[in-house]
């Protein structure tokens, strides 16, 4: 992702059409982070979007030592930690949120019979991925729905890679019980 | 043959059970065998299968339009900036401290020349050197005598350049 840091540069040098360029390769999957890390917490937009302020703010700080990308999950993480430990401190019952399909309307299903269906699949693994201890989740998310590499993930969360690999590991173990009636619809797609 | 935790290391390491050239031979001759460790490689595949697909939810709408905002804000919040006491006060604090430390040096010279004016006139007087030849102080008296009648000496000199 050469360019990216070509794009990360010039914002740094005050190019705000280039940081714009990096929020609109990025935001879906900033978004994305945000939502399953805190169950579709109604303040999911807001987190995102700090992700992406304190990314501009910090935009010099950033060196291209790992892709523009790595370094942005690494910003959505701290500010998805805030976040929980905030939440958690709050006298309020917040467990995965019933997502109606209502927000977040998913992208690219062209029948109704898809829609519910999606909605459906997306709800039971929200929900299988909240059970999961906190440092696994973040892991298998990182991973699995956001697609990055095991030495990213590594990087970003300041562990070493085996940590990284045995926690995975050990978080896939945990979700088969709750996911295994899923597999048939995925091997038909 | 692998032993099970040793299978279980590989497949931690071959990242999502995708076996590898390198110990993928043994541990695919290892997986023929057991069950147990079959079914862990198998769910490591299939979980992953199942995540890789979570459908995506889109953004809401005006998200780009709301964060543009934000974004313009701190923009702004940068030309605010410059009328920010703290960020003021931050930026001129090393110019404060060469200040202060510049008066406090002057200031320290002035009243060292002070001092010595009015120790040479006290000395030139007799008061002080009367003072401790009449406590028996004798030798501390011939001191501050030398080295204040030297010091007036050496202000006088600057004074008359």
């Known amino acids: ?19 714009d360029e990096l929020v609109k390769r990025h935001q879906a999957r900033i978004y994305r982070l945000v939502r399953v890390l805190t169950s579709g917490d109604e303040d999911a937009e807001d987190l995102a979007q700090e992700t992406f302020v304190r990314a501009f703010r910090g935009i010099a700080r950033f060196r291209g030592d790992s892709a523009f990308g790595t370094w942005l999950h690494r910003i959505a993480i701290n500010v998805i930690k805030s976040h929980l430990s905030r939440r958690r401190r709050r006298p309020v019952m917040v467990g995965p949120r019933a997502d109606d399909g209502t927000e977040g309307v998913i992208e690219g299903l062209a029948s109704v019979d898809d829609f519910e269906l999606a909605v459906h699949r997306r709800q039971v693994i929200d929900h299988a991925l909240a059970t999961l201890p906190e440092d696994q989740r973040a892991l298998i998310v990182l991973r699995d729905v956001q697609g990055l590499e095991y030495h990213e993930i590594a990087t970003i969360m300041g562990l070493p890679l085996g940590t990284v690999e045995s926690r995975i590991f050990r978080a ?6 709750l996911l295994e009636h899923l597999w048939a619809p995925v091997s038909r797609d | 043959m692998l032993t099970c935790d040793e299978a279980t290391q590989l497949i931690h390491s071959s990242h999502d059970g995708v076996l590898r050239a390198v110990g993928g031979a043994r541990l695919r001759e290892h997986l023929e065998q057991c069950s147990s460790c079959r079914s862990d490689a198998q769910t490591q595949r299939l979980i992953r299968d199942l995540l ?4 995506a939810e889109a953004l809401p709408s005006g998200f780009e339009a709301r964060l543009a905002a934000r974004l313009d804000a701190e923009r702004g919040l940068d030309w605010l900036g410059l009328i920010n006491w703290r ?3 931050i930026r001129l604090l090393p110019a404060a401290i060469i200040l202060g430390f510049a008066i406090g040096i002057g200031r320290w010279q002035h ?3 002070q001092l010595t004016e009015s120790l040479s006139r ?15 102080a004798d030798g501390e008296a011939l001191m501050l005598q030398e080295l204040f009648f030297g010091r007036a000496n050496q202000a006088n000199r600057r ?3």
């Open chain 2, 111 to 113: 009243a060292d020349s």
């Open chain 1, 1 to 19: 992702m050469d360019d990216e840091r070509t794009l990360a540069a010039e914002a740094a040098a005050g190019s705000r059409d280039a940081f």
């Open chain 2, 159 to 161: 004074s008359t350049r």
């Open chain 2, 52 to 55: 890789v697909r979570r459908p």
């Open chain 2, 122 to 136: 006290m000395l030139a007087d007799g008061n002080v050197a009367d003072a401790l030849l009449d406590s028996g």
């Open chain 2, 87 to 89: 960020t003021w006060s």
């Open chain 1, 172 to 177: 896939r173990q945990r979700l088969r019980p």
